[in-house]
C-alpha cells in the first residue's frame, strides 16, 4: 500500500520559515519524481516544485529563490525548505510521486498558514 504522509505544516509569521516533508512508503522511491502542490479553497491545485528521480528541480515562479526542494532517497523523503513566507503562500500543500506513464499518488495534505 501507497503512502505519502506529509508533516511541517503549521502557522507562521510573514517572513517566516517553514519545512515541509513528506514520508512515501509502498514505492520504490528513488525512481518517482517528486513534487509540491498546493490549493487554497475555490481553485485549482497547482504545481510549488518538482526534483527528478535524478535530482533536477523545477520551480513556481512564485516561490523561485525562496523555496528549495529536495529529496534524501535513503530516507525515502521528499522535503520543501519555505524562506521569506508571505500571506499568499497560504494553502494547503499536498506531496505527490509520479513517473511517467505510471499512476501517481498524493499525500492527504498538510495546512500552511502565513499571518500578515
Known amino acids: 500500500q501507497v503512502q505519502l504522509v506529509e508533516s511541517g505544516g503549521g502557522l507562521v509569521q510573514a517572513g517566516g520559515s517553514l519545512r515541509l516533508s513528506c514520508a512515501a512508503s509502498?514505492?520504490?522511491?528513488?525512481?518517482?519524481?517528486m513534487g509540491w502542490y498546493r490549493q487554497v479553497p475555490g481553485k485549482q491545485r497547482g504545481l510549488v516544485a518538482t526534483?527528478?528521480?535524478?535530482?533536477?528541480?523545477n520551480y513556481a515562479d512564485s516561490v523561485k529563490g525562496r523555496f528549495t526542494i529536495s529529496r534524501d532517497n535513503a530516507k525515502n523523503t521528499v522535503y520543501l525548505q519555505m524562506n521569506s513566507l508571505e500571506p499568499e503562500d497560504t494553502a494547503v500543500y499536498y506531496c505527490?510521486?509520479?513517473?511517467?506513464?505510471?499512476?501517481?499518488?498524493w499525500g492527504q495534505g498538510t495546512q500552511v498558514t502565513v499571518s500578515s
Open positions: 526534483i527528478t528521480s535524478g535530482g533536477y528541480t
Open positions: 509502498g514505492i520504490t522511491f528513488n525512481v518517482y519524481a
Open positions: 505527490n510521486a509520479a513517473r511517467p506513464a505510471r499512476a501517481g499518488y
